[in-house]
């Protein structure tokens, strides 16, 4: 068994994007830019958006944290968004999920420049990515992806249940797992919240992508041997005992799981740090875009 190391591998792309930054720095261009736009205090945004902003300071981008009241209109939020896409200083930003209820999510997704939308969500990224054409790939998915790549973990042929579809990770990696290409090649069964005898299916896998946020769901006896188990729930469940108040567990039921799998994401340390690697990716392909296009 292999632990897919995401912490790891990460820290790789942080350095070798830092490389790249200092590069752009020392020939006097100016450096990405990524801004983050975060309404309200759900507890785990504020964690992931200040950790989006502080591996920024770390590897020598610009960042702006904008952080606005959960009472903020629709329209503002719009008014926010037109404002950035309109600023030349901002290569790339994106606005954390989930928004506040009476805020419609779709609209304001819409309305971001997708030369900007380093998150991908927009349709005319998410379509792009579908054709495989070249655009900004969503954070989560692409780096399942560099995770198969650097481990050289072989998807081709392979039966991949995906489980979950929702538009940010089970959806969009269901596309890429089965697009020509190494990683991809894969045969791909979505499997959702209305799907039958998911144990017969996951039985069947040999790569399994979790993405459902039920803490420890997929048990030792759902898998079989030699599996590979992508890790994608992130869930804080309750705990008085710890000094936060909560621990951090994924989909999977690990120390058993594991045991039979041939590699496996632990988390946390798996998918979560890849996802801000790949954030950084995207921002840093948004400025050499757009140094090109100037
Ligand atoms: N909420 C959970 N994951 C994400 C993400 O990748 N991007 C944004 N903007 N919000 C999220």
Do not use: W
Request: glycine share 8%; net charge neutral.
């Amino acid at each position: 068994m292999e632990i897919l190391d995401g912490k790891k591998v990460s820290n790789q792309i942080k350095e070798e994007i830092t490389v790249e930054v200092a590069q752009m720095k020392k020939r006097g261009e100016k450096v990405p830019h990524l801004a983050a736009v975060l309404v309200g205090n759900d507890g785990a945004s504020l964690t992931y958006v200040g950790s989006k902003v502080r591996s920024c300071k770390k590897i020598g981008f610009e960042s702006t944290l904008i952080h606005l009241p959960e009472e903020t209109t629709e329209d503002e939020l719009l008014n926010r968004v037109r404002q950035l896409n309109n600023d030349p200083e901002i290569d790339g930003y994106i606005v954390q999920l989930p928004l506040p209820k009476h805020i419609d999510e779709e609209k304001v997704l819409m309305a971001v420049d997708p030369d900007k939308d380093v998150d991908g969500f927009h349709p005319t990224n998410f379509g792009k990515m579908a054709l495989d054409m070249e655009t900004f790939i969503s954070a989560t998915p692409f780096g399942i992806m560099e995770l198969f790549k650097r481990y050289n973990v072989d998807t081709e042929g392979k039966h991949t249940v995906v489980i979950g579809r929702s538009h940010i990770v089970g959806r969009p990696i269901s596309i890429l797992m089965s697009q020509k290409g190494n990683p991809g090649n894969a045969t791909v069964t979505l499997a959702h919240s209305r799907t039958k005898n998911l144990k017969e299916l996951t039985l069947q896998a040999d790569i399994i992508i979790s993405a459902l946020g039920v803490p420890k769901f997929l048990k030792a006896d759902m898998v079989k041997e030699g599996v590979t188990v992508i890790d994608v729930g992130i869930t804080r469940v309750p705990d008085e005992t710890r000094e936060k108040g909560y621990y951090i567990t994924g989909d999977v039921d690990y120390e058993k799981v594991k045991e039979k799998a041939s590699y496996i994401t632990p988390v946390p340390g798996g998918v979560g740090p890849m996802t801000i690697a790949m954030l950084l990716k995207n921002t840093l392909l948004a400025r050499e875009r757009h140094t090109s296009k100037n």
